[in-house]
């Protein structure tokens, strides 16, 4: 024969889980919604914040930690959108990320100009593009085939003035 347990209150047992909780955990909150369930622009704010907290930050700190880890021992929000993204509510291209030429053939010289262009060139083409591009749910820039909106450097970099 099967003994019934005492009924106990849903709020005596939502109090008592409160207490025995440790610091700084939550109730569950769900997973953060992001692309390709959501499109990345029909995001609000609040989800494309709990996106970069909860997808974007940990797939893109080891790549960036694997390519230099001195250079990029702490990787967060400030990483990429700089000191003053907060303030900017996180809007990109960043204000202190390096800027870069805007066009192909000031680039190619650049390239061929500064001996860590070629090295840096290869890992945000190689690496950083395709993954934020399969984070964003957007293709990424291929210049053969240019595809309006696709996830190109200048979505992250500002490019310098053209020279008159």
């Known amino acids: 024969m099967r003994k019934r347990l005492p009924s106990i209150p849903v709020t005596a047992v939502l109090v008592l889980v409160f207490l025995t909780s440790p610091a700084g955990v939550h109730l569950a909150q769900g997973k953060a919604v992001g692309p390709p369930k959501v499109a990345w622009k029909k995001l609000s704010y609040q989800q494309k914040k709990a996106y970069m907290k909860d997808a974007v930050v940990p797939t893109?700190?080891?790549?960036?930690?694997?390519?230099d880890a001195k250079k990029f021992k702490k990787v967060d929000c400030q990483t990429c959108h700089g000191e003053d993204g907060a303030g900017r509510k996180f809007k990109m291209p960043?204000?202190?990320?390096?800027?870069?030429?805007?066009?192909?053939e000031a680039f190619e010289a650049k390239l061929k100009a500064e001996p860590t262009w070629p090295k840096w060139t290869e890992?945000?083409?190689?690496?950083?593009?395709?993954?934020?591009?399969?984070?964003?749910d957007i293709p990424v820039f291929d210049p053969k085939k240019p595809v309006e909106g696709a996830f190109s450097c200048a979505k992250?970099?500002?490019l310098e003035a053209a020279k008159p």
């Open 94 to 104: 960043s204000n202190d990320i390096h800027p870069l030429p805007n066009t192909k």
């Open 123 to 136: 890992f945000m083409g190689g690496k950083v593009e395709p993954a934020m591009g399969k984070l964003l």
């Open 156 to 158: 992250c970099h500002k």
């Open 60 to 67: 893109m700190k080891p790549i960036f930690q694997a390519f």
